[in-house]
């Protein structure tokens, strides 16, 4: 159970104690500042700990904001400071030279006045300082002044505050003004009822795979089911990250779990899709298949134009872009047009209810060509207008890029070529092994190209990926991987070897995603060990041309099912090994805030 030590002589009527212990504290009170440093040590080390001025005046929230945040090891407003497991010492080694300083170790061992706000001012690290708004939180002198706090107080909403904070910062419009006005109270009633985010989670992708279970009848009533169903199954997911904001319940488990079943239920969807369509006579698994392919590139360009170019200064793109972000309506148009999760699964849902699995698959993936055409011209021109990041920028860039390449023991073997190709050497080989595997399809060709794109592969990652549109690279890969095992499915001409060939880059592009995850919670890449033993993208690049030259077209479908089932069972195992392991073993906690998925 977390600790607030309280220091100062009592204030009558102060409703300070019922407020912490409300919040999970257990509250000890110190009578002087050699007390609380005697109590501040015997709290044990893995226990949260807090230092509060009785004098404090303020919203619960504010306190709830300050002291219970799981995701930063230190946290402070005014009048109080906390510390987890990992900032232990810091508060320590502070309290210690406060006392010191101030004499009040020994002798009469009163308290130093507003002890809590000395101790952050003695923090010899970063702190982190939530933004309060509109809240109170105030450590008033004398009485006068404690009631213009009071007064302060009273003239806020607090629950008000709270419910509009759950939102995510930045959202797609269909999200802001479709789903959050009143997924916020889904939220709340959650939170009182004592459910946690990730069973909320857990709840939306249930949803969602019975609406992947509907659409797979191939029925009018349900695609409509299954339409409906999807847009529930996106609610949960906005009320599962709301709640967490509501009820401060970060976690790292929770963080991955949200982010993994997004992907989860995506793909599932599709696939119900696809089987509904083939329960018609119609056989979409092609553009079921393109539309992950393209979604996971998408995504990649992403988080890859993100790690390149961290740190870097800005350009004329990156001027322009700050200007129309300046204008209301441009902001919406923006965010809309590039597709962004909310106003996906609102096209896919409402295209499920009122047309075909083929049409549906058509204008996702035109909307999505359009959207991944517009982002990744704006980040082309804004990398070639500035110069690339350099010292430790340059290389946690490099090192992000190079994990995010996903290169395996082909591509290792053959860096004794010693070339440098960067992104040149990337597109050239996802050029050779995609072109000779449309223009020819599977044979001797394509195995020639693909043992070109290993070559390619090590020559594009032989250097530190540092220049200015080397975060181009790992889409690249992407692109080449996924693009080669769809043409040669389809070139099969078989029934299973397209629903194989979907199974096989579902698995792999999970690993990728969970390497992306991994990269954002600063836990570092998968392990070596894992991407030699599935072989890194030009391996089983490779191994695909390979299979498709010398079996046959059914013999394909079961080579391609069995490499589908081997990669899921092993990168789900190491995944959620890491995964549980960090979360029991304490790892921080963590939130995606950034662009909507």
């Known amino acids: 159970m977390p600790t607030a030590i309280l220091t100062g002589p009592p204030v009558p009527g102060s409703s300070l104690e019922g407020d912490l ?38 919203h619960v929230h504010a306190l709830r904001l300050g002291l219970t945040d799981p995701r930063f090891p230190l946290s402070a407003i005014p009048g109080a400071v906390t510390a987890q497991r990992s900032g232990r010492q ?19 061992g009163t ?21 309060l708004g509109s809240l109170v939180a105030a450590v008033p002198a004398d009485p006068q002044a404690r009631n213009e706090v009071r007064q302060a107080v009273a003239a806020v909403d607090e629950e008000a505050v709270r419910l509009r904070s759950a939102v995510k910062a930045r959202d797609g419009f269909f999200t802001t003004f479709c789903v959050s006005p009143y997924s916020r109270h889904l939220a709340r009633w959650c939170a009182r009822r004592g459910l946690t985010p990730n069973q909320v989670t857990t ?9 992947a279970g509907c659409a797979a009848t191939g029925t009018r009533a349900g695609y409509v089911a299954a339409g409906v169903l999807l847009l529930a199954s996106f609610v ?20 991955w779990l949200d982010a993994t079943f997004d992907r989860a239920k995506e793909y599932a969807f599709y696939a119900g899709l696809a089987l509904g369509a083939a329960r018609d006579g119609d056989d979409v698994w092609a553009l079921a298949l393109g539309a992950i392919i393209l979604q996971s590139c998408r995504h990649v360009i992403d988080f890859s134009f993100a790690e390149g170019r961290a740190g870097s200064a800005g350009g004329p793109a990156a001027a322009l872009s700050g200007r129309l972000d300046r204008v209301g309506w441009t902001v919406w148009v923006r965010r809309m047009i590039v597709l962004p999760i909310g106003e996906r699964w609102a096209l896919i849902a409402v295209l499920t209810a009122v047309t075909t699995p083929r049409v549906t698959f058509w204008v996702l993936l035109a909307g999505c060509a359009f959207a991944a055409a517009y982002t990744t011209a704006g980040r082309v021109l804004r990398s070639v207008r500035r110069p690339a990041t350099d010292g430790d920028g340059a290389a946690r860039a490099a090192r992000a890029l190079a994990d995010l390449a996903d290169g395996g023991p082909l591509s290792a073997l ?19 092994v995609t072109g000779s595997a449309l223009v020819w399809g599977a044979g001797w060709q394509t195995v020639l190209a693909a043992l070109a794109y290993v070559i390619c592969s090590a020559a594009a990652v032989g250097r530190p990926l540092t220049g200015r549109l080397d975060w181009l690279v790992p889409p690249l890969f992407r692109a080449a991987e996924y693009g080669t095992v769809l ?12 629903p194989a060939a ?45 299979l498709a030259a010398v079996l046959t077209a059914s013999g394909f479908t079961v080579a391609l099912t069995a490499l589908a089932v081997a990669v899921a069972l092993v990168v789900l195992a190491e995944s959620i090994r890491f995964w549980v392991a960090a979360h029991q073993g304490g790892a921080p906690a963590v939130h995606d805030e950034g662009e909507p998925a």
Not at 111 to 131: C, F, I, K, S
Not at 414 to 432: I, P, W
Request: charged share 20%.
């Open 111 to 131: 308290l130093v006045e507003g002890l809590p706000d000395r101790v952050t001012a003695a923090l010899d690290t970063d702190v982190h300082r939530p933004e």
């Open 90 to 108: 810091a508060l320590t080694r502070a309290m210690a030279r406060e006392n010191s300083a101030s004499g009040q170790r020994a002798g009469n």
């Open 236 to 255: 949960l997911d906005c009320a599962d990250g709301q709640l967490a904001r509501y009820s401060l319940q970060y976690s790292t488990l929770g963080a």
């Open 502 to 546: 979907y199974g096989l880059v579902s698995a792999v592009a999970y690993h990728h995603y969970d390497t992306v995850y991994r990269i954002r919670g600063d836990a570092g890449a998968p392990p070596r060990a894992l991407v030699r033993a599935i072989g890194g993208h030009e391996g089983r690049t490779l191994a695909v041309a390979v």
């Open 21 to 58: 212990r409300s919040l999970g504290f257990d509250v000890r009170t110190a009578a002087g500042a050699a007390e609380a440093e005697t109590l501040l040590a015997g709290v044990p080390g893995e226990d949260r700990v807090a230092l509060v001025d009785t004098r404090f005046v303020g």
């Open 203 to 211: 709840a939306s992708l249930l949803t969602a795979l019975i609406a």
């Open 414 to 432: 053959a860096h004794r070529f010693r070339a440098r190709g960067g992104v040149a050497a990337a597109a050239l080989g996802a050029v050779l």
């Open 487 to 498: 043409v040669l499915a389809a070139d099969a001409e078989v029934n299973g070897a397209l």
